[in-house]
């Protein structure tokens, strides 16, 4: 078997579908091999359009992959692999490379920068793996080690593959790597376990904090039995918004210090007993550190590690401890009624009046349903979207954490691919569209058909209320004339709600191509969410 | 005085009149500054079309500029940075930061990837000198280090702002950090000028090969006095096309090894005194190391080293070198009358005939003057315009060591502000304008004038004649479309040679906006050169 072989079929293992790319000269014998293997490849518009493509697609399915050309290729990833690294999503990155003879004498060879190792050492610093196969012998048991560790730290791996390399045959007898598991320590847990119940039994009005790990090392069912059996209610938080279906009985809203609306706050900062289960602790998942909760009320379990009454626990067995608390805690819990959770106001359209963000948000809400993936593009795309009813589990995606600019569009990509019974809609500003926003041209090529509404306000609107200047401001492109370019889709201009709610009608029924939305919002317009955000963050920008 | 205030200066002192870049909330009230400054600020689409204006802008003006925000915008310039590291471009990259007061405790703050120290490690792979301004007393003198550094080294550095020390007033009394020289060795300096002489006045037939480091450390008026003086001809390399005008009567083509008209290849290997000064030896400009000329017979003078019968001399001053052979060499070597210079055929448009690659640049090559600038993407748009007779002194760029796709339509906004006497024509293929090619919005923003060509082959043409397979399709764009999404500037569809000649007159009376010209190309055409290149490279793809 042949390096390629192995490689392509330990890809196939994970479940991968699909490869994310465009070649270049050190990747170009790869590449046709990948083509002919029951992998397919997706060529982006830009490499920036595959790193951010395979990120979502991960989201989705558990692994993505995006592979590229040395140097001009792999550094285009050098930021969506970064926010791959913060936002946990496992994305293998697989690089050509110039072979490994080619570098005797150290010649200087296109696309090299500083030596052979530069490409290398920059994605040290963003993988929690890395491997070069410059060694037959070894490759196959670098491959798993790779694939292992993606696996188990739900965090990106880098593998170079030198291009003499891509036909080497392998040491068929290579000890496959033993899968490193996280250190568990039992007693730990049992300890942690005790405490954790004997707390929660003198809680009066407990809560959950369902967090993003609980979906990254797939533990939403076991906390789902733990929810229902318990009859705790439930919040989420920015970046696990839609952990689960938002339709549910006992689910609130969305948690995130002062930029959550005063119902939900109430509730979560003046319950007695906050349960957060595999959080990501942030500045924008607690409104830039306003969330009001006193530590002495708080269990944080996190992946590896419980922190109860100032107490730390590790060696924790998150899995197991949830597991446990499902089957322990008594049926007792049963969920206020006297609160209900935040609520969209109804929707009705009003005869040429101009669309504000608090709007359109109650208008898009009426169009949701289990088989819609919202993909909202960090800024006021996404903190407005944060009270949107998401029907579908894990039907809303952001990158609200590292919240990279120009994720979206080709977010979508990845989405539709990793589950094509899923429709995504994607909201954008229109300076973020003018970064990545062509990548619409693969839906277009390969038949997907996104929903991608521009929020069009002249610029970066989440800027301006914290410090206005022209730098805010961009040129003002037709974005429904984009489709006229990729030569496939329909385009919609929209400037009030009778428009709006007619786009988005045909934009459903417009379901083999792509469909953009101008939707045009006045220049000063924002959600209260992001209002009350920008309020606390232009005290640092100051 | 502040550190921005400081900051500002020293950019200003460098003559650097533009900053290129998007803000963010962590460069926010840099960028407030800024805008308030007499530095123009030019906001991109996207912060890798920032990197590459900075870089064209940069070698064109000796100084470049790039401003952006922490990890997602730093991160996305890794690639264009290292493009500046690999082609000695002199860029300032300038990322704001999260506050030194914020990063106590380590929080997770968003855009952060690993550590806040994770940013700066990138980038200690693609510059030659960094800087985090975390302390008022010692930012200024870190500012002189880096901003001197940049300078000598003619590669790009990085500053660190925290937006916490925007405001902070500087040390005034800072000692000037002492310009770093190259050490030089004056009596090797004169070793090895009587040897270069003695072989020199031995030669029968020599040939000057002047490289890139004459334009990137300035001295190409003392080279031209050199090769005006002893009268010897002389040759380019690939990435310094054009470091003289190529009208000069002593001026025959660009090398590049086997990927050289037989014409000029025999001349230069046929020498029996090959004088290189300051070349970059790398596989594009050798051919792939198809150079074929007897280090018994070369003279390698390079910054700081030269090589010359198989001996080094180091710690070389290349100035006083090239000044003192200038003045020495006697007056006898003059040019070959009976070898002309390589010479395009003359172009009579032809009614309803394609356009070939050679037939676009004979027809091209009709349109040139002083006054225009050629920016020529990696590939065949610039294998096939090494021949065209550029007129201007550093009139040609291209990024052909390095060669990251989707540099030229950016870097066109950089060459333009550099010198808006100059009127840049990009040739770009389908596939790299589908990279950034919408970064031609930045010209109509700010009433720029561009002609992009786009060299329509239906995808990757440059790696068909390698590997041919799906991954070199495209979606086939309707790229004249492009200035209707933009709102401004004239499009046109070209299909045959009559066309051709029309877009190009209308295109160059269009003089205060962008034009892009859709010129149908055949899917397996492709100029001579890049033919014999990729001979040779596919060798190293199987």
Redesign the interface.
């Known amino acids: 078997m042949k390096i390629y072989e192995y490689l392509i079929k330990k890809i196939q293992d994970t479940g991968t579908r699909h490869v994310f790319g ?4 050190y990747v ?2 790869f ?2 091999k ?2 002919k293997s029951p992998l397919t ?1 997706i ?1 982006t ?4 359009g595959a790193g951010f493509a395979a990120d979502a697609y991960a989201r989705i399915t558990g692994f993505g992959v995006v592979c590229v050309t040395y ?2 290729g792999g ?2 990833l ?2 969506t692999t ?2 791959a ?2 936002e946990l999503s496992p994305v293998l990155v697989i690089s050509g490379a110039p ?1 490994i003879s ?1 570098r005797k004498g150290n ?8 030596s052979f190792e ?1 490409q290398i ?2 994605f040290r ?2 993988t929690s793996v890395q491997a070069v196969l410059d060694d037959p012998k070894t490759a196959a048991s670098e491959i798993d080690r790779v694939i292992n560790a993606i696996h188990r730290t739900k965090r990106p791996g880098y593998i170079e593959l030198p ?2 390399m891509v036909q080497a045959e392998i040491n068929e007898s290579h000890n496959t790597v033993e899968k490193k598991e996280l250190y568990i320590d039992k007693t730990e847990t049992n300890k942690a376990l005790q405490k954790v119940l004997s707390m929660i039994d003198k809680a009066k009005n407990p809560i959950i904090i369902a967090g993003v790990e609980t979906h990254r090392f797939g533990m939403q069912d076991l906390l789902l039995k733990l929810i229902e059996h318990s009859g705790i209610s439930f919040v989420t938080g920015v970046l696990s918004k839609s952990v689960f279906s938002e339709n549910h009985p006992q689910f609130l809203g969305v948690y995130a210090g002062a930029m959550t609306p005063d119902n939900i706050r109430e509730k979560v900062e003046g319950s007695d007993c906050v349960i957060a289960i595999g959080p ?5 998942s607690t409104g830039i ?1 306003t969330h009001n909760i006193d530590h002495k009320n708080a269990i944080v379990l996190m992946q590896d590690k419980l922190f109860i009454e100032g107490d730390i626990y590790s060696g924790i067995d998150m899995r197991n401890l949830i597991k446990q608390m499902a089957d322990t805690i008594p049926e007792k819990k049963l969920p206020e009624k006297e609160i209900k959770r935040h609520m969209l106001d109804p929707f009705i359209p009003e005869k040429n009046k101009e669309v504000t963000m608090e709007r359109f948000i109650s208008c898009l809400n009426t169009f949701l349903n289990d088989d819609i993936t919202i993909i909202a593009e960090p800024g006021d795309p996404l903190f407005a979207s944060l009270d949107l009813e998401v029907h579908a589990k894990n039907g809303f995606l952001s990158c609200s ?6 994720f979206s569009v080709p977010a979508s990509v990845g989405v539709e691919l990793a589950d094509p019974n899923k429709r995504p809609i994607v909201l954008v500003g229109d300076g973020s569209f ?3 926003g ?1 990548e619409i ?2 839906a ?2 390969y038949g997907l058909s996104p929903i991608v509404i521009v929020l069009n306000n002249g610029g ?1 609107g989440t ?1 301006r209320p ?2 206005d ?11 429904a ?2 489709v ?5 889709g329909k385009g919609f201009k929209v400037s009030n709600e009778e428009e709006l709610v007619s786009a988005l009608i045909k934009a459903k029924n417009n379901n083999t191509a792509p469909t953009i939305i101008d939707v045009k919002i006045g220049k000063y317009d924002c959600s209260k969410r992001l209002r009350s955000l920008t309020d606390k ?1 232009k005290k ?3």
């Not at 990501?280 to 924008?284: E, Y």
């Not at 401001?473 to 974005?479: G, K, M, N, T, V």
Request: net charge negative; hydrophobic share 40%; charged share 20%.
């Open positions: 465009i070649q270049g000269d170009l014998n590449y046709e990948l083509c490849v060529n518009c830009d490499e920036q140097g001009v550094l285009k050098a930021n970064a926010q690294f913060a072979g080619e010649p200087l060879l296109h696309h090299k920068v500083r530069t050492n920059v610093e963003m291009r003499d990501l602790i942030t500045d924008i550190f954490y590292y919240a990279s600019l120009g003018q970064m990545t062509m041209s693969v277009a090529r970066y800027f914290m410090v200047g022209e730098f805010n401001d961009i040129l003002e492109w037709r974005y004339e984009v006229k370019v990729i030569g496939s963050l640092s920008v100051k």
